[in-house]
């Protein structure tokens, strides 16, 4: 049994002002399908559970000043059920499908996967391919803090302990865009957690030549990242088979820059280049 007080605010206020007085003791709960696990395991102790995902103001969608905002208490199968996502942001409810299982898609929450800052979370690389940023609140006020600015290494949040994350603002796709999608490799092919990802969003002009390109990378660095270098490397060119091999293969070299060659390379350096082919490969017919 955990020697914890559950804590369940009625309003943001609420829960901010019980942070402000509690912050070092806390551990915020939304869907506690990562805080539960860590408290079992005995990673996480703390003498408050504070329970906002059930607050309102944190369960929205919508679209607001032409940008698209997700509360954090949003579910998983929230997300994949969601037409305006659907609409606007194609390879995030992607990823809700291939997440977990249902079970767990019913209760885990956007907020609670890009807070726990796991280098496989799915949600990431596709928030990452829409300029994402984490709106934030404390009792000092609000700010907002760019995906990639989240996570200072694996399994390790830059936010600070009163501070909780309140949605996410994302840059809607654009219309010219014609292709988006979410791919990962995991050891099976259901309730797998990502050995690799990676999102991509991307418009041609009538020639197919690529007009408009981004694309990010999961679980394969201690952080996701929104790969520049690849997206440079394509931008203007018609897409074909040998273009696409070679794209690969400076992405497999832009994840070992960073990793350093592991062991694990032997097994991820050839599947990095497979699973990127596997997601472009329709850009060539």
Avoid: W
Wanted: charged share 25%.
């Amino acid at each position: 049994m955990f020697n914890v007080d559950y804590i369940r605010p009625q309003t943001l206020p609420q829960a901010l002002a019980f942070l402000g007085e509690n912050a070092p003791d806390t551990a915020i709960l939304a869907g506690g399908t990562d805080v539960m696990v860590d408290m079992r395991s005995g990673e996480l102790n703390r003498r408050y559970l504070l329970d906002v995902g059930r607050l309102a103001e944190l369960r929205q969608i919508e679209i607001t000043e032409g940008e698209l905002t997700i509360g954090a208490a949003t579910t998983i199968s929230e997300i994949g059920k969601s037409e305006m996502i659907e609409r606007h942001a194609p390879a995030l409810r992607m990823a809700a499908d291939k997440f977990a299982s249902r079970q767990v898609r019913n209760i885990a929450t956007i907020g609670g996967n890009v807070a726990h800052c796991s280098p496989c979370g799915d949600t990431i690389p596709p928030l990452l391919i829409h300029d994402a940023a984490a709106g934030v609140v404390s009792p000092a006020g609000q700010r907002n803090v760019p995906i990639e600015e989240m996570a200072g290494g694996p399994y390790h949040c830059t936010l600070g302990p009163n501070e909780l994350i309140t949605h996410f603002i994302l840059k809607p796709k654009p219309e010219a865009v014609d292709f988006a999608d979410f791919q990962k490799i995991g050891r099976r092919k259901e309730l797998a957690i990502a050995r690799m990802s990676m999102a991509a969003m991307i418009a041609r002009e009538s020639d197919r030549s690529i007009s408009f390109i981004r694309f990010a990378l999961g679980s394969c660095t201690p952080t996701p990242h929104r790969f520049r270098d690849i997206e440079n490397y394509l931008f203007g060119k018609i897409p074909d088979e040998g273009l696409l091999r070679q794209a690969g293969r400076m992405l497999s070299e832009g994840m070992l820059e960073i990793t350093g060659r592991r062991p694990s390379a032997i097994y991820k350096e050839p599947a990095i280049q497979g699973l990127f082919m596997r997601m472009m490969y329709p850009l060539t017919r």
